[in-house]
């Protein structure tokens, strides 16, 4: 294996992120998906869409707005320079935000399908057992859609490890801090090492692959509940 | 198997409560108007009855808080549970109720202990009235303790569900038609259960159903809902024999009498059952003397004799008094009658009203008349125990 310090770097960079991001959308979309699964008002549609938006969207595009939201003159920059949290762009905080938005359907729409799933009778009985709201969500709601968490999970994890286009506009190349394996790949091909680039392509092939197949074998079980 | 011993009422007060389970509420959907005025006694099982449609479960929804009505004041004795004028609602997880859904609705990610066990551990122990081997035995679910909902049958199901509600020693109970979704013989290994509840177990209890024959087995009192409007109130025996409600029974009218096994004949194998009406032989009945039994004798099973009937395969026949005449379709009559036996006693008279159903035909040739003294031929009883 001819895999620079460099090239492991990228991979542990790229495995820090994901875990992150899933861990930051988990338990921001875990909200968002409970009000898009109960909530009547007009502005489900909207909240949806926006969420569903990284789904059609060129990750460039994504990440071209993030740049100038974020950049020393957008908003988002300003706020976080007021903040003295320097600007975010070109760091790993910056690649963090901009994974946790790309990567947003694929947590929130599982959970909203659980959630959706479960309906509104559990819960029912369950008040009528005298759990109020918060003993409801985690004594049943939680359980019951235990399968729409590992799928997003999953799901939000692997999608993190392969995107590209937008962790090259808001995080750059830059070794150790925001080059990550997409990036890495790209750069040797660029420098046409294919060795190095098929050692990483290859792997993460395998690692997508086995991801897919746990979660496919995960759901085609015969449920227990 | 659980141990069938008598186990005493549960609760220390009064046998006879005098509160009441208030229920003033409206319901708008967009083509549908409920306005339901309740006040029935909080004790035994109050039926509410009615067609698919008529409102009961969107009523028994809005009592349990469920479903929160524009305005509404629904009180059980001295607990205020929503008071409009007042700005109390109470949400539903601080009520001291007990509600059985339709469909058993059992957790299906907690095994049946855990689902009993559910709302039994969130009822601090010193509101506990109801211990858990008294709800395992009633139900007869000891054996089923471990397994998952998905290892049960319907009826098991349903079993489960009614003693996880009682586990939080409710102040009502509330069924929203809980047997619709078994099959025939499923739903006639449930109702003894039932039964035996009713007669053992202090707890009022709102038992939503569009089946008169479930209704007639189980319930004191009945509410009839029709397109969201309560069109009859008051105990079974009374408004099941009111004529006026003809339409609303059509073929279904007819008494229920509670009576008592007072003799047995083996060599017949029939059974005398005495109420406050007389006395009755049925067969098919094998039960102890003393045992308490509840019989339908619907319109269309009691005719009508003016003078003592001579020889005749009928066994039962009543003296009787003309109380009422009211017609039953274009060709048919619904006469109420009052059996002799009964007295004067206000309270014996609504265990001792039979309703016949004869033709129109009959009616001018016996020349019937109210007041006029006849007798009542009871061609069937059907034992509803």
Redesign the interface.
């Known amino acids: 294996m001819n895999l620079s310090e460099l090239d492991l770097s990228s991979v542990w960079l790229t495995l820090k992120l994901s875990a992150l991001t899933v861990c930051v959308l988990l338990l921001i979309g875990t909200p968002i998906a409970w009000w898009l699964a109960h909530t009547r008002s007009r502005l489900k549609g909207v909240i949806g869409a926006v969420v569903a938006l990284p789904l059609v969207l060129p990750p460039t595009v994504l990440g071209f707005y993030l740049l100038v939201f974020l950049g020393p003159q957008g908003i988002g920059g300003k706020l976080t320079q007021a903040l003295g949290l320097g600007t975010l762009p070109f760091t790993f905080t910056g690649l963090v935000f901009g994974s946790v938005l790309y990567s947003m359907p694929f947590v929130v729409q599982p959970l909203q399908n659980a959630f959706e799933a479960i309906g509104q009778?559990?819960l029912?009985?369950?008040?009528?057992?005298?759990?109020?709201?918060w003993?409801?969500f985690l004594?049943?709601a939680l359980?019951?859609a235990?399968p729409g968490f590992i799928t997003a999970a999953v799901l939000g994890f692997a999608h993190t490890v392969g995107e590209f286009g937008l962790v090259l506009m808001i995080g750059g190349n830059i070794p150790n801090r925001t080059r990550v394996l997409s990036v890495d790949i790209y750069n040797h091909v660029e420098a046409l090492e294919y060795a190095q680039a098929h050692w990483l392509a290859g792997g993460m092939l395998l690692f997508s692959f086995i991801v897919l197949l746990i979660l496919y074998s995960f759901h085609a079980k015969p449920r227990?509940? | 198997m659980p141990s069938h011993a008598v186990s005493k009422p549960i609760h220390s007060r009064p046998a006879v409560s005098d509160e009441r389970l208030i229920a003033q509420l409206s319901v708008q959907h967009a083509d549908f108007v409920l306005q339901l005025a309740l006040d029935v006694p909080a004790r035994g099982v109050t039926a509410i009855f009615g067609r698919s449609g008529s409102g009961k479960t969107t009523a028994l929804r809005a009592i349990?808080g469920?479903h929160r009505p524009a305005s509404a004041r629904i009180a059980i004795g001295s607990e205020l549970w929503q008071d409009d004028a007042k700005g109390i609602f109470v949400?539903?997880?601080?009520r001291a109720?007990?509600?059985v859904?339709q469909e058993a609705?059992l957790?299906?990610?907690l095994d049946v202990r855990a689902n009993m066990a559910?709302?039994m551990k969130?009822?601090p122990a010193a509101l506990r009235r109801v211990s858990w081997e008294q709800a395992v035995d009633w139900l007869g679910v000891g054996a089923l303790l471990d397994r998952?909902p998905?290892q049960l049958s319907g009826g098991e199901r349903q079993r489960v569900a009614i003693a996880?509600?009682l586990l939080?020693s409710p102040r009502l109970l509330l069924m929203d038609e809980p047997l619709a979704a078994l099959d025939a013989l499923s739903k006639e290994a449930i109702l003894p259960y039932l039964e035996r509840l009713h007669r053992e177990l202090d707890i009022p209890v709102l038992y939503v159903s569009h089946a008169i024959d479930e209704v007639a087995r189980l319930a004191d009192h009945i509410v009839l809902l029709d397109a969201g409007q309560v069109m009859a109130a008051g105990p079974l025996q009374e408004v099941l024999t009111r004529l006026d409600l003809q339409t609303a029974f059509s073929d279904d009218m007819g008494a229920v009498i509670d009576a008592e096994v007072i003799e047995r004949d083996e060599a017949y194998s029939l059974s005398r059952i005495a109420f406050p009406g007389g006395d009755l032989l049925v067969g098919g009945l094998e039960r102890p003397i003393g045992t308490a039994v509840r019989a339908r004798l619907l319109a269309r099973d009691v005719s009508i004799a003016v003078d003592v009937p001579g020889a005749s395969s009928i066994l039962n026949v009543l003296p009787a008094t003309v109380l009422e005449i009211g017609d039953a379709g274009a060709d048919k009559v619904n006469v109420r009658l009052l059996l002799q036996a009964a007295g004067q006693g206000e309270a014996l008279k609504n265990n001792a009203v039979l309703i016949s159903r004869i033709t129109r035909r009959s009616r001018d040739l016996l020349a019937l008349q109210v007041g006029q003294h006849v007798f009542a031929q009871v061609k069937s009883v059907a034992l509803l125990t």
């Open positions: 009778r559990p029912e009985v369950a008040a009528s057992l005298r759990a109020g709201p003993d409801r004594s049943v359980p019951l235990r227990s509940f | 349990a469920l949400p539903v997880h601080q109720l007990g509600y859904f609705s957790f299906a990610h559910y709302g969130r009822v998952k998905d996880r509600a939080t």
